[in-house]
DNA sequence: AATGAATGAGCATTCATTCAT
DNA sequence: TATGAATGAATGCTCATTCAT
């Protein structure tokens, strides 16, 4: 078996560990059992236990990042492809409760102990939010009013949210299309009923 | 001194150490020196160390729900009310930092180990959101295509998720204005230029 | 209520909680909840736990001598004394089931803290055996050969096993009447057939 | 060093640490200590405080049934094969003190503790005089209305309480010959003189 | 005499990391 | 490279004892 490929299953291992167990709780011999090598070799490939975290989150959202990219890539409309990124959150999130569980819980945690957090593709992923906001804008479809960095973390938050409740089925299970529906029409219409529209003017 | 003193005296610490270190590096020992109180005495008053993080949550988040009720009692109007929801929260947020890292990452780390964690205050919290959702809609103010309790977490994840970024200084500090009218704008009348409006009809 | 009262009811309730839990199990507050009071006032009336142990065993036993002596006087026969020895203490333990578990347990594990363990009334109680045999001896009806202080432990010792594993449920449970025959058969005839008597001879 | 000689080191550490100090008093790292490996270590070896306690117990009591039943083996008369396990246990406990305290304190005080107790060693050992007792019966020799489970109770009851206050040192230490011709006699004929045999007759 | 809140020393157990093989 | 036995620092919680009231 090559390097790459141990290192790998060490990656796949840790992130089904520290889905089910938590960050804190997950033992480096949970992750060296699931990844089937000893306890030592874990260090081998990587420095310390936050460090495997960091490389779990990086290749998971790296992934996500590149498919993403890649569906976004045929549609040349901004409104379009913000739902097309919300859609495809909210099936990759359902999809892989674990990653979703190291996304919303770990990176948080985690962020306190990790000060070059800034360099990870978590940004890549989050800027391709406000990179459709500047095209929109750009292309006048979007309000120019609104603050891209300020918007990419607001739609990131929504869909973080609503994909945490459902890995810990607090509430009714809405179908991603239900739940896409309700963001997409929420983040790009409002809240507002169009006849009332006059109510909320761009400040 | 009181008991009750004692109590919340220890809950003031705990909040402030929890932010600092984080729950599961925060020792008892901590808690009760920056309480000024005997480790032993700690247990006097809570049952564990999970106990004392509820505690400090649902203290701070019912004075919380209770000023944000106060508040909206004033406003008849649900645009305004949420638009109120929303600069209370953020400022709450900005002013006290300890508690917004305990809802924004001990929240999320614990509710795997909290099981009936359902019954904090904190849903009090969120309901507000969807009691005013529901109210709008009665008054034919917002749409009725929007379900309250997937709406209430959209809106409650984009206000964390921003406010979780100014507590790390990950990104420039947005005034809470800016913040807010951001935040406002796009959960009233959404991202849209008006003059595209028809590209995103109630589906 | 007299303090002579409390003290005695200290002690009972001490009887009760190291019978249920085991010296190092049992709490003061344990005690002190048993006998109604509050824990420091247990203070009052004992230096500190171990004291409550010797006091404990002290009372019960000192009972137990008085009663004993007393059921002695009237028998003038050292082998009916035995006798009468061995019922009354297989019937003590088995109806007070608290102060076999101290005997058999507790005296044990504190014998190693308690220096001045001999001058417990505890003596008082192996003394009787001896005295018994010793008489027995005066009068010829004891073998001379046998040592009146290694007899009597190894009379308690015979006693203290046989209730011990009752009191543990360890074994069927055999009667006060079967189990006290066995143990004076064994002690004042051997075990061997009276046929085979002269294999075993006076050394 | 291999496994089983660090097992054994952290064992026959143990026993001296138990005897020293008993099971509650002792510490882990006073075991660790003395075995001269970290405290983690024990924990490769043992689930628990109690599991060594168990393990040294079943070792010490192990080896000695071991030796006690080739002694017996070489000697086909019942009546001397007593004498022998009598004389057996009282050297053995003479010799080795630390495991005289284990039998006599921490096995009676961890009893309560160990539900399954019974499937150790220590029965294998009592069941030895209880099997004499029966051959003996067999063969004539013993009284028949001896029950060999009550009598082996009681035999072992004296021997451990003799042996006891020799560790204790509370009486004058008689010989493993003056204590062993006293508890054989005391068996095998009963403490009444042969003159009188006739006031105790069988039952 | 009585209370019971407060104290703080004490300890079993865990687990990230190391290193001899 | 790979192993996994060994390490030992770290900590939540208990409870005998004290003492202000």
Redesign the pocket.
């Known amino acids: 078996?090559?390097?790459i490929d141990?290192h790998s299953k060490i990656i796949v291992a840790a992130t089904k560990v520290f889905a089910k167990k938590g960050f804190f709780?997950?033992?480096?011999?949970?992750i060296a059992k699931e990844a089937?090598?000893?306890?030592?070799?874990?260090?081998?490939?990587f420095n310390?236990?936050?460090d495997i975290l960091v490389s779990v989150f990086d290749k998971e959202i790296g992934a996500l990042v590149t498919q993403t990219v890649k569906l976004l890539d045929a549609e040349p409309d901004p409104g379009k492809q913000l739902e097309i990124f919300v859609i495809k959150h909210l099936t990759a999130m359902k999809k892989n409760k674990n990653l979703a569980e190291v996304i919303q819980i770990e990176l948080r945690q985690t962020n306190k102990l990790i000060k070059d957090y800034r360099n990870t593709k978590f940004n890549d992923y989050l800027n391709i939010v406000s990179d459709i906001i500047k095209e929109g804008q750009k292309q006048k479809i979007f309000r120019q009013d609104i603050i891209p960095d300020i918007a990419k973390r607001i739609i990131f938050g929504g869909l973080d949210e609503l994909s945490r409740v459902w890995n810990l089925s607090l509430e009714t299970n809405y179908s991603v299309e239900d739940a896409g529906f309700q963001i997409v029409r929420i983040f790009l219409s409002g809240i507002a009923a169009s006849e009332t529209e006059g109510k909320f003017p761009p400040l």
Do not use: E, H, P, Q
């Open positions: 078996m090559k390097a141990k709780n997950a033992r480096i011999s949970d089937k090598v000893a306890d030592g070799t874990i260090y081998l490939y310390n236990k936050i």
